[in-house]
């Protein structure tokens, strides 16, 4: 699934493009990914005409690269008004526009990918593409490509450019955010659910010894496969099912990962979107059903869309979704009203540019359901359980909207590292305990110009989260001789001797403001 929501993006390899003719009123066939060899021909074929993200970028230029992303194809037109084997690629697979077929076969080769689909015969000598092919960047430079429906590269101003309900989606914004915000750590297995176009399940083909990626919609199981052959990835498990339905009896995993059809609305019109139970209930039950599937130490990870209910603490419906036996760590990364909701997903649609009458009732009914449920808010954000079988789970429901820095991978597992750390540490150990200051952390004084002493004083990370905390003086003391090499209690005890305090209340008060520090990043335990 794929929210134009900006909840923490990424850079995109290539910034998705709207075909400038419309849609077809129903997807065509999708290429056979296992019939010959033809993926691994076309995969030679796009990689020697230089189709890759940094061979696009060089080729339209910054601006025409941006305008895509807006559903700007005019720029892209006239930077590849040439005819070298990129700019015919270019025309077919991202501008979606008929080619001769004699410049075709100059690049690809064209009778197997005509006979395995991947193209088209229009008119007497032309030929077209029958999905979308992108070229994507893998976090270590692989030159991999996602396969999705033509119209359905995700993030322009206009909206997906199809209504059709099995439509599969190409990678966007969120789907580039939940790859960022994945653990990368080596696992024998990885579930995806509600796989879509498969980016999640390539990125796990990285570190999974065995991928599995499942969804209700059999054509983006097919897709995913395409998507897999073409960045010359390992096959996955491909097994159709809503949910945890396609999980076998006792399976668990590693890892699972989820971009799920999240939209709360009035209704199962769109597959790829909506989840078909009321409210929020999808995301509730993927949450809740996680826990039994994951392996001790294993991370499930979804983004996610909750209620804000009138009389009723957000935070507080969160962490009832928690299953027995796991940390948690929910962010909010943005809230909208529900008028605003409701017109970003009539405009997702493309209902805006239909009949007005249409449009209207529609948006009514998105309204009734919300007043329906009192619901007055919606949060969008990010999940992560950790399956610990602590006896007294940690769960860290918050909100951060603040600019952030992807990828976001190492940073949660560092957050539940630390979770660790300090349910296995009281106070008296936390004093014996030694420190360092976390790199990229800087300190601010806040004051009148000309002031002796600062009003406060701020620790703020340059880098992952970037928090910022307001800390004492004592506090800033503390962490700013934090190196290493001695033990906090003696640290507190020269402060104590420095400013004249009694050593042992300030030992009795600071382990508080220790373990704030250290849950949040600013410090770290040393060795």
Not at 215 to 233: E, K, Q, W
């Amino acid at each position: 699934m794929e929210s134009v929501s900006n909840t923490g993006l990424s850079p995109l390899p290539l910034p998705p493009s709207a075909p400038s003719v419309p849609s077809a009123p129903s997807a065509p066939p999708a290429p056979s990914p296992g019939r010959s060899d033809t993926a691994a021909r076309l995969r030679d074929a796009l990689l020697k005409a230089s189709f890759t993200a940094d061979g696009l970028l060089e080729l339209l230029g910054a601006p025409a690269y941006a305008a895509l992303a807006r559903s700007e194809t005019v720029p892209a037109f006239r930077a590849t008004r040439g005819d070298t084997p990129l700019e015919t690629l270019v025309r077919l697979f991202l501008l979606q526009q008929p080619v001769p077929r004699a410049r075709v076969a100059d690049v690809l080769p064209v009778d197997a990918c005509l006979a395995d689909g991947w193209l088209a015969r229009v008119g007497a000598d032309e030929l077209t593409a029958t999905v979308d092919v992108r070229p994507y960047g893998g976090p270590a430079g692989e030159d991999w490509f996602i396969v999705s429906d033509l119209g359905c590269a995700v993030g322009g101003a206009g909206g997906i450019g199809s209504r059709e309900e099995g439509v599969v989606l190409g990678v966007g914004g969120a789907s580039m955010t939940l790859a960022g915000i994945t653990v990368r750590t080596p696992a024998a297995s990885a579930l995806d659910l509600g796989t879509g176009s498969g980016i999640q399940a390539l990125h796990a083909t990285r570190h999974a010894t065995r991928v599995a990626a499942t969804d209700v919609n059999p054509r983006a199981l097919h897709i995913t496969a395409l998507t897999l052959a073409l960045s010359g990835a390992p096959a996955a498990e491909l097994r159709e099912g809503s949910l945890f339905a396609p999980v076998r009896e006792g399976e668990t995993y590693d890892l699972i990962v989820s971009n799920p059809p999240f939209v709360i609305s009035p209704g199962a019109r769109l597959t790829y979107r909506d989840g078909g139970m009321g409210g929020d209930d999808l995301c509730r039950t993927l949450v809740q059903e996680a826990g039994e599937r994951l392996r001790e130490g294993g991370f499930a990870q979804f983004l996610a869309n909750w209620q804000h209910v009138e009389g009723e603490d957000w935070q507080d419906r969160l962490r009832s979704w928690v299953p027995r036996g796991c940390d948690a760590w929910i962010v909010q990364r943005e809230v909208q009203d529900v008028t605003q909701y409701a017109e970003l997903w009539l405009r997702d649609a493309g209902d805006h540019r239909g009949d007005a009458a249409d449009y209207q009732a529609r948006y009514d009914a998105w309204l009734d359901e919300f007043e329906a449920r009192d619901v007055k808010a919606v949060g969008f954000g990010w999940i992560t359980l950790r399956k610990s079988g602590a006896a007294l789970p940690s769960v860290t429901v918050e909100e951060w909207p603040h600019p952030v820095e992807q990828p976001l991978g190492d940073t949660v597992r560092a957050h539940f590292e630390r979770l660790d750390y300090l349910r296995a540490h009281d106070d008296a150990a936390l004093l014996e305990a030694s420190f360092r200051l976390a790199d990229e952390v800087v300190q601010e004084q806040v004051g009148l110009p000309g002031a002796e002493d600062p009003e406060h004083v701020v620790l703020r990370q340059s880098r992952g989260m970037r928090r910022a905390t307001r800390v004492d003086t004592i506090g800033a003391g503390f962490a700013g001789v934090c190196d290493g090499t001695m033990s906090a209690g003696r640290i507190l005890d020269a402060i104590a001797q420095l400013l004249g305090e009694d050593p042992v209340l300030l030992r009795d008060r600071t382990p508080a403001q220790i373990r704030l520090l250290v849950e949040q990043g600013f410090l770290e335990p040393a060795g």
